[in-house]
């Protein structure tokens, strides 16, 4: 059994509203987390492999998919017209931090037409708050509304 983040979009009008914002702070994680790999575990990499990406992205119109290169984990994909249930299946690998913070960022944006749920209690997504606050330089990051952990 894996580790596993839940999202329900309860509002999809209002979901895809905000799409757009919460796309720009996705690609800023991302973007963030290549240039800082020890945020999930990795070693920066030296002149020789300055190519390397530790995370696979695609950004497009209308979704964006995200994956660790090195870990099997599930693919994270939000898209504009997303509504209901979602997951994404991490197992704790490398990535879970990134995706924490995207999911954390979305629900700042999307509030309470959206709802998260995690395997882990709030507590364990401490390591997201961090990245989230190194990111976006805030100083508070809050709990969720209807968080469950």
Same mark, same amino acid.
């Given at each position: 059994?894996?580790?596993?983040?839940?999202?329900?979009?309860?509002?999809?009008?209002? *979901?895809?509203?905000?799409?757009?914002?919460?796309?720009?702070?996705?690609?800023?994680i991302v973007d963030?987390?290549?240039?800082?790999?020890? *945020?999930?575990?990795?070693?920066?990499?030296?002149?020789?492999?300055? #190519?390397?990406?530790?995370?696979?992205?695609?950004?497009?119109?209308?979704?964006?998919?995200?994956?660790?290169?090195?870990?099997?984990?599930?693919?994270?994909?939000?898209s504009r017209k997303?509504?209901?249930?979602?997951?994404?299946?991490?197992?704790?690998?490398?990535?879970?931090?990134?995706?924490?913070?995207?999911?954390?960022?979305?629900?700042?944006?999307?509030?309470?037409?959206?709802?998260?749920?995690?395997?882990?209690? *709030?507590?364990? *997504?401490? #390591?997201?708050?961090?990245?989230?606050?190194?990111?976006?330089e805030v100083e508070?990051?809050?709990?969720?509304?209807?968080?469950?952990?």
């Amino acid at each position: 059994m894996g580790l596993t983040h839940y999202w329900r979009i309860q509002d999809a009008d209002k *979901w895809a509203s905000v799409y757009d914002d919460i796309v720009s702070d996705v690609h800023r994680i991302v973007d963030f987390v290549e240039e800082h790999p020890e *945020w999930m575990g990795y070693r920066k990499r030296n002149a020789t492999n300055q #190519d390397f990406r530790y995370i696979k992205s695609y950004f497009g119109q209308n979704s964006v998919a995200i994956d660790d290169v090195d870990c099997p984990a599930e693919t994270f994909c939000i898209s504009r017209k997303a509504k209901g249930f979602n997951f994404c299946k991490t197992n704790g690998l490398p990535f879970d931090v990134a995706v924490k913070a995207m999911l954390l960022r979305a629900s700042l944006h999307a509030g309470d037409a959206t709802e998260l749920g995690s395997d882990r209690h *709030w507590e364990e *997504w401490q #390591d997201a708050v961090r990245l989230v606050k190194a990111v976006f330089e805030v100083e508070e990051v809050a709990k969720p509304a209807g968080f469950r952990g």
